[in-house]
């Protein structure tokens, strides 16, 4: 097979030593739950690995407010404390948090890289923290830095692309993404959340080009295919993006207990081909694919897997 034609799969060692407590659910055993399932099931073989450089300050502050991004440096532990920093009562740092927010972020930038030259045709960024909910000025929901914004605001400003589509199917709603996108005519945002719930935003905003599908507690597969049919699927044909990024949270899983919804493996893989199907009628196939939430160590494991095969097909 041609590593042109192939997925990557970008990830890194310091992803792994962000710690917010022994009991917080987002944990470095995510990251290795979802490399033991790709492992288990023959996928990792496929993948080309890469490993996450550090983000810039260039290109954080394209989507985050430089006093922001300094002020998180100024909240970090310093290198010999074992103490945790909490940024709300959900977000905290250790000594090495802020390294894994830069890998995390720049990750996405690279995995942008790769996909436009035509090194891969997709990629699938394994990293933490997750970044949906940070906003261009505020930290909250275990999120640091927005990744998929930095991804997509590198991917417009190094190859001048015009229209750009985030998908976000994590089960709450991608505030952080919306908040630093809402305004910027070149971004499509497209996505499904339990609502009310967790962030409580998402409905107020929607719009054209913020096409956010609140779904209820206890919505299973068939409500999800549905949102996504008659509502993503438009707009994206209307938009045509020539790229998309993909907020992966797989949290909406029924075994995940940080929530209420009922999704299972074959409703993410099925999502996936619905979006790859579009990548390949609008961006000449273009994905990059981020991790955001999902906290059921075996169910996110199996439903990374899923999404990936498809991604790797």
């Not at 996505?191 to 779904?215: C, D, K, W």
Request: net charge negative.
């Amino acid at each position: 097979m041609c590593t042109a034609m192939r997925t990557a799969f970008i990830s890194h060692p310091d992803c792994l030593l962000h710690e917010m407590s022994s009991y917080h659910p987002e944990s470095p055993a995510r990251l290795e739950a979802i490399e033991g399932a790709l492992i288990a099931c023959g996928l990792m073989d496929k993948l080309v690995r890469h490993s996450a450089p550090l983000a810039t300050f260039e290109q954080l502050k394209r989507v985050h407010a430089p006093e922001y991004i300094a002020s998180l440096a100024a909240s970090a532990p310093d290198a010999s404390s074992t103490g945790i920093a909490y940024l709300d009562p959900d977000t905290a740092m250790n000594r090495h948090s802020l390294k894994a927010a830069h890998r995390a972020a720049g990750a996405v930038v690279l995995a942008a890289d790769l996909v436009i030259g035509k090194e891969v045709q997709n990629a699938f960024c394994s990293i933490r923290p997750p970044g949906h909910h940070a906003e261009r000025g505020r930290a909250m929901g275990f999120c640091l830095f927005n990744n998929i914004a930095v991804g997509v605001a590198h991917a417009m400003s190094a190859y001048a692309l015009e229209r750009v589509a985030v998908i976000d199917f994590d089960v709450h709603h991608g505030n952080g993404t919306e908040d630093i996108f809402r305004d910027d005519p070149r971004v499509m945002m497209v996505s499904t959340f339990q609502h009310p719930f967790y962030p409580y935003s998402g409905v107020a905003g929607r719009s054209e080009r913020m096409v956010n599908i609140p779904l209820p507690a206890g919505s299973g597969g068939e409500i999800f295919r549905q949102a996504v049919s008659q509502f993503w699927l438009p707009a994206l044909e209307r938009f045509k993006p020539q790229m998309m990024f993909v907020s992966a949270g797989f949290d909406a899983h029924k075994d995940d207990e940080l929530a209420s919804l009922n999704l299972v493996e074959e409703d993410y893989a099925w999502v996936t081909e619905r979006i790859k199907e579009a990548a390949h009628k609008y961006a000449t196939g273009r994905i990059v694919s981020v991790l955001e939430g999902g906290y059921a160590l075996p169910a996110l494991g199996r439903s990374v897997a899923a999404h990936v095969s498809v991604l790797s097909d």
